[in-house]
């Protein structure tokens, strides 16, 4: 069998046992505690602990993960930043017995492994899981009793679901150094077994205080390496020869024009970050200095360096996604439906790093050779200080990890902890802190049945009280009118009543906890007490402005996707009633005419009156027929589809018009980016696109009125007064010029010698780019050899200019990069050549000292 026949061999297999078979998740978890999709049981988390109902009582996946706990060892045999993870999940239905048998049933027989070769593992005491092995034929001699800290599966995040497990071993038999009591569970360091399969028995639940205590019911969650698994298959250790990722590692030597021995761990790790990075940014991951966004970066990166050190000079990577797209293909098709999306922020990442990488590594070589002037041969001496690698990084973009591989290789390590407090300070004075708040009656509200919601046919309903948390502050209720915030759309907001005593409280916002509705109170619902029957109301215009602008959502990824190209996929969303903002992968910013063209689409869809219509289907049927799947959801077996005429087909749970002229009018009202590849686009829909409206009217009313001329010259009034204002600055500035120049001399007088080189650095007040161009050039004409850095000052931003003579540069003096080290001090930028370059102080009042620093950069330069 191939990879992708072994795959599905998997999925029919557990179908063919009862199970539900589903799709992965994206690598971007919906546990927003979580950094990537990292485990199998990810999407299955809140069903194992009860707090939500199971898609079905047995599911099968293969889910697409990412660890980088690992990335230091990606290039040996066997580590992988990305592997697919098979697993076979029950939610209170079937236990021990059916799944070891089960596993044991689909190795041997299926696909016909040597019973001989698997050893298993299990809990000292779990006579129960040690009964079936031996019942399965498993000799007693290759099952090997471990204690609980050594055969206990924890929970993923600091709490939740957990247990003790059975794990299934393949024997690829004696090797040197195996002691006769050889076995899966001793301390040899022997590589002669390889985990296969773990099968955990998920019956305990840990604690945010750290106690344990049983779960609603018991459940199987098993794990599968899928990699490991073909290479067993296969009779191979070496996950680079099976075939899902030879044809990736056969590509990159092909490009590299080698495949010699002593090159293979660097080309294993360009196949695998290759591919890994292919993943992240199918699911709508895209490079940034954060979280998930970093680790993409630090990839693409990785694998582009160790690319240039084989002798590729420039981007590569990107033409390696059409290998990566044949050959997991197969297994999602949705590879393939991004491939020119993937290769384009592929390209783009690498075209950024090799922007920043021949700077960066001049820089990093300066930083040693100073070490070594200094006679660093040992000890505290050789080390890269955080405050060096952090202006690598925040200057010139040059990633921490390359920092510290390049200074391994010349001897040197690298402060770590000390280029983390350096970045988290940096963090604290750049950003405010983004506090992420849970409901905060989570725990609380484990146990409770699944809360029925009504709001799609009804905005007002009777319903009995269940919980009352904090005080009266939340508030469960058994059935309930209210959305709770989900898939990008805002929670509801209303009333809730009480016949009892007559009061009625504001429901301020409405959250999920699992499968409750949470009713968060604007003040203490001090009264309710469960089994309370109330009234629940829903605000009905605040709910129409909803929906109106939920529904006009739909239509704007539809007109995206017409417009600029299928490439189009949502990144994320936010649907409230004044305003919406959807974020979409695109390359670049979408222009005026285009904007035009999607507000006409729109709007013609609205004019259309279209009827919406809603269906449930299975998620299967669902996608078969079409239908897009939104960002960072999870599905269920069942899903609710949403269709608008032949234009849009989604999944959506959300509320929605039932015809598209209930939107009335759809205004774009900002398009933007929010990261590499993300654009976003805020709109407006019904009685605040007329505002919108209005205000623009009103705006230009007032302009029009300020100029003195009718609306429709208000442009042409602007352009002739803007021609007038830069003649008016020309004749300023031809004066101010000639003031300088006229006071070279005073300029001359404050030349100063910096290791043998004539320097003038200086501030020129109230001068703009062009005059301190000139001012240069008088000098180093004067001078003959000079390095000169000047300033303006003024009350924005300040220009800086700098020019070196050519018999400097070979001294190492650098105009851009000496421009760029004052600017950046000041908060601005600037760069250029080595003999000429310009810039801006973003802060005036730092540029005094800023310019104070210039000699020491100069230095810098010539001893670098």
């Known amino acids: ?43 299955f988390r809140g069903s194992i602990e009860g707090i939500e109902t199971p898609p079905a009582p047995r599911v099968t996946t293969c889910q697409r993960c990412a660890r980088t706990v690992d990335l230091e060892n990606v290039g040996d045999e066997s580590h992988l930043t990305l592997f697919e993870m098979l697993g076979n999940f029950s939610f209170g239905d079937y236990y021990k017995r059916e799944s070891l048998t089960w596993g044991w049933e689909f190795l041997t027989e299926t696909l016909g492994l040597p019973k001989d070769r698997f050893w298993c593992t299990l809990y000292k005491e779990d006579d129960e899981a040690y009964a079936i092995w031996r019942e399965l034929g498993m000799p007693e001699e290759r099952i090997v009793k471990l204690e609980m800290e050594e055969i206990f599966w924890g929970p993923v995040g600091e709490t939740g679901a957990c247990g003790p497990c059975s794990e299934i071993h393949f024997d690829w038999g004696e090797e040197e ?46 794990g599968m390496g899928f990699e490991r698994l073909v290479c067993v298959y296969n009779g191979t250790r070496n996950v680079y020869e099976t075939d899902v990722l030879r044809p990736i590692l056969d590509a990159v ?6 495949d010699s021995p002593e090159t293979l761990r660097q080309r294993r790790v360009i196949a695998e970050h290759v591919r890994s990075s292919s993943f992240m940014i199918m699911d709508n991951i895209t490079p940034g200095n954060e979280g998930r966004e970093y680790v993409l970066r630090r990839l693409i990166r990785r694998a582009a360096r160790t690319g240039k050190v084989l002798g590729i000079d420039g981007p590569f990577l990107y033409k390696l996604v059409e290998i990566v797209v044949q050959t997991m293909s197969p297994g999602y098709p949705e590879l393939k439906a991004r491939q020119e999306y ?23 070589n300066a930083i040693i050779a100073q070490r070594e002037e200094k006679g660093a041969a040992s000890g505290d001496g050789r080390v890269i200080s955080g405050e060096d690698a952090f202006r690598l990084y925040d200057t010139y973009g040059f990633p921490v990890d390359l920092t510290r591989e390049i200074a391994e290789e010349r001897g040197y390590t690298l402060d770590a902890d000390a280029f983390d407090r350096v970045m988290e300070e940096q963090r604290r004075r750049s950003q405010e802190a983004v506090a992420t708040k849970d409901v905060m009656g989570g725990a609380g509200t484990r146990g409770l049945p699944a809360t029925e919601f009504l709001g799609y046919d009804c905005l007002e309903s009777d319903a009995n009280v269940l919980m009352a948390l904090n005080g009266g502050m939340e508030i469960v209720l058994d059935r309930t009118p209210f959305y709770a915030e989900s898939g990008g759309q805002v929670g509801d907001t209303g009333t809730i009543t009480s016949p009892k005593s ?15 509705w949470v009713h968060m109170m604007e003040d203490p619902a001090s009264d309710l007490e469960p089994g309370d029957a109330v009234r629940a109301s829903v605000d009905t215009d ?10 006009a959502t739909h239509l704007l990824q539809a007109a995206l996707r017409v417009t600029l190209g299928s490439h189009v996929a949502q990144a994320g969303s936010l649907v409230g009633p004044d305003t919406l903002r959807f974020d979409f992968s695109h390359f670049t910013a979408v222009a005026p005419d285009e904007i035009r063209r999607i507000e006409d689409l729109v709007n013609r869809k609205i004019l259309e009156d279209v009827h919406v219509e809603f269906r449930l289907l299975s998620y299967t049927d669902a996608l078969a027929e079409g239908a897009m799947a939104l960002f960072g959801e999870k599905y269920g077996a069942e899903v609710r589809t949403q269709r608008i005429g032949d234009f849009s087909l989604e999944l959506c749970g959300g509320t929605h018009v039932e015809q598209t002229g209930w939107i009335g009018l759809f205004k774009i009202t900002s398009e933007s980016s929010v990261g590499s590849g993300i654009r976003r686009i805020e709109a407006v829909t019904g009685l ?20 003195a001329t009718s609306p429709s010259e208000v442009v042409p009034r602007i352009e002739r007064l803007q021609g007038t204002v830069r003649t ?33 650095i200086a501030t020129v007040p109230n001068m703009d780019a062009e005059g301190l161009k000139s001012l240069a050039d008088a000098v180093t004409d004067r001078l003959g050899s000079a390095v000169v850095l000047l300033a303006g000052k003024g009350n924005g931003k300040s220009p800086l200019i700098s020019k070196v003579t050519d018999d400097l540069k070979a001294r190492g003096l650098h105009a851009g990069n000496l421009v760029r080290e004052v600017a950046k001090a000041t908060g601005g930028g600037g760069g250029g050549r080595p003999e000429f370059a310009q810039g801006a102080a973003k802060e005036a009042s730092r540029i005094e000292e800023a310019m104070a620093q210039a000699p020491e950069f100069v230095r810098a330069q010539i001893r670098g």
């Open 1 to 43: 069998m191939t990879g992708n026949e072994i795959r599905q061999a998997f999925l029919d297999f557990f179908a063919s046992k009862g199970h539900k078979v589903l799709p992965g998740i994206s690598l971007v978890p919906t546990d927003p505690s979580l950094l990537l999709t990292s485990a199998g049981v990810v999407p």
């Open 177 to 222: 150094g195996c002691g006769p009591d050889c076995n899966p569970g001793c301390d040899c360091g022997s590589e002669r077994f390889l985990e296969v399969w773990n099968h955990v028995f998920t019956e305990l639940r840990k604690n945010e205080d750290g106690s344990y205590g049983p779960l609603p019911s018991k459940n199987i969650d098993t």
């Open 253 to 258: 030597s092909a490009m590299v024009g080698t």
């Open 342 to 364: 993937i290769t384009r922020v592929m390209q783009g990442e690498e075209e950024a790093f090799f922007r920043t990488l021949e700077e960066g590594i001049r820089r990093l």
């Open 502 to 516: 007559g009061r009625s409280y504001r429901v301020a916002d409405t959250k999920k906890q699992g499968d409750v």
């Open 542 to 551: 605040r709910r129409a402005a909803i929906r109106r602008a939920h529904t």
């Open 688 to 707: 605040e696109s007329l505002r919108a409206l209005q205000e623009s009217q009103a705006s230009l009313a007032a302009v029009s009125a300020a100029l």
């Open 728 to 760: 008016l600055e020309r004749q300023v500035a031809d004066l101010e010029r000639k003031s300088a120049v006229g006071s070279l001399d005073g300029l001359l007088a404050q030349k100063q010698e910096i290791e043998g080189v004539p320097a003038v």
